[in-house]
């Protein structure tokens, strides 16, 4: 059975600091181009970054470059999404997705709320 299941939302202050985790089962992480979406509410998903099977390539939204850290770990099937300096309008659910060929998979999603 084919599972992503994101972790590490929260509320923060702006300017803090919060690492998502998205651990993966079911398929070969490995093999997968692994991104990070968001939807805010009354809009629509976007990404916000993703990262290639081995980390070679990866690739931002412009409005988190510089704060957002994408990264993975291939022996615990799990990527992560570093988030600092962040921003009012960080404020979404945050979604794991995994490519495969034709294949993508999506997680639950964890709620980033950025408030003070």
């Known amino acids: 059975q084919v599972q992503l299941v994101e972790s590490g939302g929260g509320s923060v202050q702006p300017g803090g600091s919060l690492r998502l985790s998205c651990a993966a089962s079911?398929?070969?992480?490995?093999?997968?181009?692994m991104s990070w979406y968001r939807q805010a509410p009354g809009k629509e998903r976007e990404m916000v970054a993703f990262?290639?099977?081995?980390?070679?390539?990866?690739n931002y939204a412009d409005s988190v470059k510089g704060r957002f850290t994408i990264s993975r770990d291939n022996a615990k099937n799990t990527v992560y999404l570093q988030m600092n300096s962040l921003k009012f309008e960080d404020t979404a659910v945050y979604y794991c997705?995994?490519?495969?060929?034709?294949?993508?998979?999506w997680g639950q999603g964890t709620q980033v709320t950025v408030s003070s």
């Open positions: 990262i290639t099977t081995t980390g070679r390539l990866i």
């Open positions: 997705n995994a490519v495969y060929g034709s294949e993508s998979y």
């Open positions: 079911g398929f070969i992480f490995s093999r997968c181009l």
